[in-house]
Antibody
Framework: EVQLVESGGGLVQPGGSLRVSCAAS????????MDWVRQAPGKGLEWVGR??????????EYAASVTGRFTISRDDSKNSLYLQMNSLKTEDTAVYYC???????????WGQGTLVTVSS | DIQMTQSPSSLSASAGDRVTITCRAS??????LNWYQQKPGKAPKLLIY???SLQSGVPSRFSGSGSGTDFTLTISSLQPEDFATYYC?????????FGGGTKVEIK
């Protein structure tokens, strides 16, 4: 059974940092591109960024709204994906989902999400 | 960035109805269009990829069509479990972008 389990969400002050993680199982994690998608409370879906697989040299790509502040990384030996978030803003408040990219830029695997709240 | 516009933003329908949701891209995206279903408090679920390919395990009452800039998601006979919000998403260019969603409610 495919599982993606996010962790590490919580309350952080504006300007602070947080790292969320995603533990994968049930599929060959190292073969996949992996993405982060977020959803602000009561709003739609927003793509945050992606990390390609080793065959594609782990290239990372980001949405303009997070470029320079967020960093995506992965550890294939641990089947884990990470999102390091720095200089957080109140508008970064959202549920953050990790998602498995089938290779065509669409997401067939999703985690349950972790809530990040940026507030003073 | 490619803007994705869905219509309507919400609709009311009855079980058994045929429902059509449209999605328009701000530029040509060939067939790089995907559809998701999301229920409250849950993660999205992939329904259709590459405009018309049905994801494994998704009921055949769901279908997708279109190319270029105009796309549709059709539910041939709405079932009680289909009441949810539906999102389109383009995968033609980075940044990947989603439509604003269509909420399908019970009439």
């Amino acid at each position: 059974e495919v599982q993606l389990v996010e962790s590490g969400g919580g309350l952080v002050q504006p300007g602070g940092s947080l790292r969320v993680s995603c533990a994968a199982s049930g599929f060959i994690f190292s073969d996949r591109y992996m993405d982060w998608v977020r959803q602000a409370p009561g709003k739609g879906l927003e793509w945050v960024g992606r990390i390609r697989n080793k065959a594609n040299t782990y290239i990372t790509e980001y949405a303009a709204s997070v470029t320079g502040r967020f960093t995506i990384s992965r550890d294939d030996s641990k089947n884990s994906l990470y999102l390091q978030m720095n200089s957080l803003k109140t508008e970064d408040t959202a549920v953050y989902y990790c998602a498995g990219d089938k290779g065509g830029g669409y997401f067939d695997y999703w985690g349950q999400g972790t809530l990040v709240t940026v507030s003073s | 960035d490619i803007q994705m516009t869905q219509s309507p933003s919400s609709l009311s329908a009855s079980a058994g109805d045929r429902v059509t949701i449209t999605c328009r891209a701000s530029q040509n995206i060939d067939r790089y269009l995907n559809w998701y279903q999301q229920k409250p408090g849950k993660a999205p679920k992939l329904l259709i990829y590459a405009s018309s390919s049905l994801q494994s395990g998704v009921p055949s009452r769901f279908s997708g069509s279109g190319s270029g800039t105009d796309f549709t998601l059709t539910i041939s006979s709405l079932q009680p479990e289909d009441f949810a919000t539906y999102y389109c998403q383009q995968s033609h260019k980075i940044p990947l972008t989603f439509g604003g969603g269509t909420k399908v409610e019970i009439k």
